[in-house]
Structure formats: C-alpha cells, structure tokens
C-alpha cells in the first residue's frame, strides 16, 4: 500500500502546493494554523502538573481561567484555559504532527532510504560524518528557534504561511526578516 508513495521524493512543487491546500482547508474549515503556542502550552500543562496554583477557575476572566504567570493570564486568560483544558484544534494538531511523522517514518522502508536523507552532503562537508553531532546542532538550532518564535509572537507557520495567506502585513514582514536573517547564517554555517 506505501510503496506507491516511496518510490520517489516528491517536487517542491507538489509538496509546496499540497501544503498551500492544506493550509486553505484548515483556515477556511476550522482557523489558521499556528504551533509555536502550543509548546507555552504543555510547558504550562507540566509546570500545573506540579503546582496546581499556575491556573485556576476565575469567573471574572473572559476566558473563564486566570493564571499567577502574567504571560499565561492574556488575552483574558485564554493560555491559561488551554493549560486547564488541553484537547482543544490546535494542542491536538500538534499531537496529530508528531505522530503523523512517527507514522511516516514506521512505515517507511528503510533499505530505499538514501543516506544523504539522514546526514546531508552540505552538513558532511562542512562537519563530518557524525549522526550525534548533527543531532545535537538540530536540537540546539531547534531551541533557538521556537525561542525566536515565542519572541516574534508565533512561529513561521502562523506569521509566515498563514499570515501571507491571510495577506497580513505582519506575515510579509516575518517573511523578509525571516529570509534576511537565514540566508547570511546559512552562508556562514555552511561556508563549504
């Protein structure tokens, strides 16, 4: 049954498009997608697993909820209520994405993989043939990231690719700060 799929990569193209419908179909059935949020989220759901005091019932907030964290508490204390209350679109979306890549990669078959899939030539060239080295700057580089996304407000799916759908000035702007930004990093990372 999988086999059809893993007989070649797909295009840029193809995946690009597939990716825009995606995005349509979501923003027009249900809201547009965004995801950096949700890791303030579990980080809360942890943190009140511990200290039951983080958010509480509050009939006098808009969202019903109110939490000690100031960051948690906006918006009404809408983060506060998606802390008491998880399953909601977007933490399970997140949830979906996780799994839908563990999937992928279950059903996968891994004698066709190639193994520039798992250590590209750009990254050998420039550091080696070492998985856990790679990994390390992937987790790392990763940290960076979702903290420039918490900083920016929302992540590149929300501002970038739902944002420039929405025609948000905002979307555009993350887009040119985004590319202005990794464009001389990867120049300099990968100067090989």
């Given amino acids: 049954m999988w086999s059809a799929f893993r007989k070649k990569e797909w295009s840029w193209k193809a995946s690009g498009l597939l990716l825009g419908l995606a995005f349509l179909i979501t923003a027009a059935v249900v809201k547009p997608i965004g995801v950096s949020t949700q890791f303030v989220i579990l980080d809360g759901i942890i943190w009140n697993g511990i200290s039951n005091k983080l958010v509480v019932k509050d009939e006098t907030a808009k969202k019903g909820y109110a939490s000690t964290n100031a960051y948690l508490n906006k918006s009404g204390g809408k983060y506060a209520k998606n802390i008491a209350k998880p399953l909601n679109y977007s933490f399970v979306f997140v949830i979906a994405m996780i799994a839908g890549g563990l999937l992928s990669f279950i059903t996968e078959s891994k004698k066709d993989i190639p193994i520039e899939r798992n250590t590209p030539k750009v990254w050998k060239d420039n550091y080696g043939d070492s998985h856990l080295k790679r990994y390390i700057f992937v987790f790392i580089g990763g940290i960076f990231v979702l903290f ?39 120049k300099i990372i990968y100067r090989k």
């Fill in 148 to 186: 420039g996304a918490r900083l920016a407000g929302g992540c590149s799916s929300g501002h970038m690719m739902s944002g420039m759908m929405q025609t948000s000035m905002s979307g555009y702007l993350f887009a040119i700060a985004t590319f202005s930004a990794a464009i001389p990093v990867a």
